[in-house]
């Protein structure tokens, strides 16, 4: 038998506020649903992509339009959620005392390899319950990105996959054009 014990967002924001995920026990984990949930390990090929898409969203945004995080934490209270996606793209304000929330995020992406079921599965749902408004998913498997909008409690309404050429424009920026083909050919 398996037990698993569930947290309050606040209790796990001690538990980090304490130090029990660094020092020489140090582990990536992020807190979904109020279970604290190890995470997989990145693969070259992933730190590639997140740098790509660092070095991408630097070049096409000023930090006065936006603040651009990698690998933070992004705060979901009502879904006892603490997620680490790879890179958010936020709303510019002064985030020293708390983490960002869904009303701050304009464009959430995760970069998947061995992540994808989980990435396009139950955090798909989880950002849409958010709601998250704008959320990719950089698929490596399969060389594409998958673009989810129109969040609602069941899910994304809208699940649209971009290979090559194929241009996507984040909804925040829409005079902006991301191909995938130009990431996925360096990745």
Known sequence: MSTTARFSLDQYELMIEAGAFDGEHRQRVEFIRGEIRQMTPISPRHACAVDWLNAWSFENTSRGDVIVR???TA???ELESA?????LWLVNKDYRAQHPEPGDILLLIEVAESSLAYDTGEKAQLYAEAPI???WVVNLVDDCVEVFRQPQPAGYQSRRVARGDDEIRPLAFAELVFKPSALLKRS
């Open 70 to 72: 990698i690998q933070s």
């Open 75 to 77: 705060r979901i209270p």
């Open 83 to 87: 997620p680490e996606p790879d890179v």
């Open 133 to 135: 408004q704008d959320y």
